[in-house]
Every structure is written in C-alpha cells, then in structure tokens.
C-alpha cells in the first residue's frame, strides 16, 4: 500500500506543479541547468526559461571540495527563485549537505538532491528534506551503482544519474548511463512505481529518446540549451520527443 501511495503522491505532486507553474502536461519533463546561463544575462536567460516549455530550472550548488568546481551559492539562487515562474530543482553537489538544506528550502527549493557519496546518513537526511516540505533525490555519480539504492528506494522521490563527472558542463555522455536508467527503472518497479529517474550531463535531442526508452523521466539539458543559437526551439525539440515515434 505504502509503494503505491508512494506512486499516487508523486502523480498528484506533479499534477499540482503543472497547475502552479503552467508547466507541460507531457509526459517528460525538461529542466534546463542554469550553470550553464550566461550570467551576465541571468535574468534574461531565467524569463526565457519562464516563457519556454521546459518544467523545472535546474541549479547546480557546487561547493569546490565535492566536485572540483565552484558554482554558485545561496544569494543567487535567491535571486533566480525571485524571478522563476517553475520549479527550482536544486542538486547540491556539496559535503555535509544536511546544514544547508534549511537555507535550500527557505532559498525556493522545491526539489532537494543530494549525492549518496556525500552522505553518512542518507535516510536521515531524506527524511530531513521531507520534513522541510521538500521532494527528496538522490544523485548517484557514474561510477555508483545503483543497486546501492535498495534500501532507501520506496523513501525517494527522484534519483538523478550523473551521465557525466560533475563539476563542469558541457562533458561527453557516458553511454553506460543507458544501462543504469534500465537497471534502476526494473528495481523501482513494484517498490517505488512513482520514482522519477533524472539524467544530468550531456544531454542532447541525439540520445534523449533512448534515455526516455529506457526509463528517464526528467532531462537536464546545459550547454546543449543556453549554447544554441534558438534555445527555445532547442527546449521545444527536447520536449516534443515522442519515443512512440523516435527511431532508435
């Protein structure tokens, strides 16, 4: 009863963010990773997102000792959630993220994901951002595998697959992700009917169809979104992908 509940919750969630935020009733969704913005034109690039059909912003907080890279921080992203008409789905790629997911939440985070290498205690801290009001994800990077999740699977509502090393965009797809996508998809099934499997890193309209063939949910698109020449027609191609149709 408790994994179906689990199912029904997530569909009712998302339901209820279309209706908030406008979003797509497609069965995909898109979230455009803002590390990838020309911050010297956030704003225009944020409305542009607000205007498009993407679903979700997606904001990498990196913290330099995690991942080899710093972002950005708390007052930024404050400051996209000021102007955000959709989610903001929020990856901490940070060590002990469990003293920053207070300043997440109250910073416009509607979706919280930490790494499961980042984290001690992982049931603890999902149960930490659940009690914040917040959906709960859990990232894995490309050499984790997945099996690693059974046991806090029925508690998660994301998992995001790292299909590239984090810390810098604009990295090669690694194709093993396909793979992961198919495992993970077959061990949610009857457990978590509900879990939304997220790909973040070299996603493109070359392999989105097969990600969604094998089982993702949610694309993050980069460099691939805010490094094209018409990024809203880029977010409407990687919306509009139909794997009923796609020849793959």
């Known amino acids: 009863m408790l994994n179906v509940g689990n199912a029904v919750l ?3 969630y998302l339901l209820s963010l279309q209706k908030k935020h406008n979003m797509s009733t ?9 590390l990838a913005a020309d911050f010297a034109k956030l704003y225009d690039d944020i409305i542009m997102v607000n205007n498009s ?9 990196m913290d330099g000792v995690f991942v080899p890279n710093i972002s ?5 992203m404050q400051a996209i959630a000021k102007h955000a008409t959709k989610p903001l789905d929020v990856h901490l790629m940070i060590v002990d993220p469990d003293r920053y997911l207070q300043v997440c939440k109250d910073s ?6 930490v790494h499961y290498e980042a984290c001690t205690h992982l049931h603890r801290t999902l149960a930490a951002i659940k009690e914040l009001g917040c959906k709960a994800g859990v990232a894995l990077n ?15 509502d994301l998992v995001c697959l790292m299909s590239v090393n984090p810390g810098f965009g604009g990295q090669k797809f690694i194709s093993n992700t396909y793979t992961k996508v198919q495992e993970l998809r077959a061990m949610a099934k009857g457990v978590n009917d509900g879990l939304l499997i997220e790909i973040d890193g070299g996603v493109t309209t070359a392999n989105a169809a097969q990600l969604l063939k094998a089982g993702a949910d949610v694309l993050v698109a980069g460099s691939f979104v ?3 020449a018409a990024p809203l027609d880029t977010i409407k191609s990687l919306k ?9």
């Open 226 to 228: 805010f490094n094209a």
């Open 240 to 248: 509009d992908i139909d794997i009923n149709i796609e020849n793959i």
């Open 26 to 34: 497609k069965s995909h969704l898109i979230a455009p990773s803002v």
């Open 142 to 156: 490309p050499h984790t595998p997945v099996a690693l999740l059974k046991d806090v699977l029925a508690d998660l």
């Open 10 to 12: 997530n569909g009712k």
């Open 53 to 61: 059909e993407a679903d979700w912003f997606h904001i990498d907080i």
């Open 108 to 113: 416009g985070a509607e979706i919280i994901t």
């Open 72 to 76: 950005f921080g708390f007052p930024v």
